[in-house]
């Protein structure tokens, strides 16, 4: 987060950086981020547990809003090679490692009916008094053709841009 942080500032220092990491030890971030134009939104290790578990389900995720809307955004996945970023009005791509750049058309990927879709979630703090996110994730998963628990939201939410998955959902996202 740090590296992140100090490239970003030396390009863009008038900015205001809210990154996972920091806002998480301090929640006043988000009331300045909500007053600042120009805001970046780090999260250096998307899919934590996967990391530290050595599966290769992670990335790092940066996004740059205006005014609280959305201007560009990367999401990255080191150990698999695929950069996914997207710029308003300029369409989502996918980069892979020796390949050309591949628009992504999210919108082409929603035909199949709810039954015929497959969704992916991350629903990582499934503590008690949670009940309300199981009996939605066994709703989805008995009216769907299949769900996934996969634990990297960033990284889920370009999958289903990409194709692989017909929806994502989840609460309570940081």
Known sequence: ESLIRDRI???TPEYFILSEEDSSQ???NFEIARESDWVWHID???GTNNFLSGWDHFAVSIALSFKDELQLAVVYAPARNEFYYAQKG???FLKLDGAPKEQL???NYTK???DRSFFVTCLNSLAEGNKKKLDVLFRINT???SVRRLGAAALDLSLVARGVFDGFWEQGLK
């Open 9 to 11: 500032n030396k390009l």
């Open 26 to 28: 301090n929640k006043t």
């Open 44 to 46: 250096p290790l998307d």
């Open 90 to 92: 300029s369409g989502a």
């Open 105 to 107: 058309h999210v919108k």
């Open 112 to 114: 199949n009916n709810f």
């Open 143 to 145: 009216e769907s053709l």
